[in-house]
């Protein structure tokens, strides 16, 4: 189990604090969101391996992206009307559809 802080915002991990996942996602766009993320990561690591920079470059901007959507980067989520956080994580959604990660059915 992932230790929070008292307020929710933040996950602990090996003492170290970490801006948690926007709440009010729902698990199906979350899941798209998490999977989007990995596979970038996962590319991340593919390219430094090949010494690709090109390529490390582009997966970086997918994480980010990524990490945006799910609220953990970019301006903080419980700063956000619920309207801007939806539109967050709906544009981010629809950029892992075009990019084949399409919601669990």
Same mark, same amino acid.
């Given at each position: 189990? !992932?230790?929070?802080?008292?307020?929710?915002?933040y996950v602990v991990?090996d =003492?170290?604090?970490w /801006? +948690?996942? $926007?709440?009010?996602?729902?698990?199906?766009?979350a899941? !798209?969101?998490r999977?989007?993320?990995?596979?970038a990561?996962?590319?991340? =690591?593919?390219?430094k /391996? +090949?010494? $690709?920079?090109?390529?490390?470059a582009?997966?970086r901007?997918?994480?980010?992206a990524?990490?945006?959507a799910?609220?953990?980067?970019?301006?903080?989520?419980?700063?956000?009307?619920?309207?801007?956080?939806?539109?967050?994580?709906t544009?981010?959604?629809?950029r892992?559809g075009?990019?084949?990660?399409a919601p669990?059915?």
């Amino acid at each position: 189990m !992932v230790e929070h802080t008292d307020d929710g915002r933040y996950v602990v991990i090996d =003492g170290r604090r970490w /801006r +948690a996942t $926007d709440p009010l996602i729902p698990e199906d766009d979350a899941s !798209v969101l998490r999977r989007w993320l990995m596979s970038a990561r996962r590319d991340v =690591g593919t390219a430094k /391996r +090949a010494d $690709d920079a090109e390529a490390e470059a582009s997966a970086r901007a997918r994480v980010h992206a990524a990490k945006t959507a799910l609220g953990e980067r970019g301006p903080e989520w419980w700063e956000q009307t619920e309207a801007q956080r939806r539109d967050r994580w709906t544009e981010g959604v629809r950029r892992a559809g075009d990019e084949g990660f399409a919601p669990a059915s």
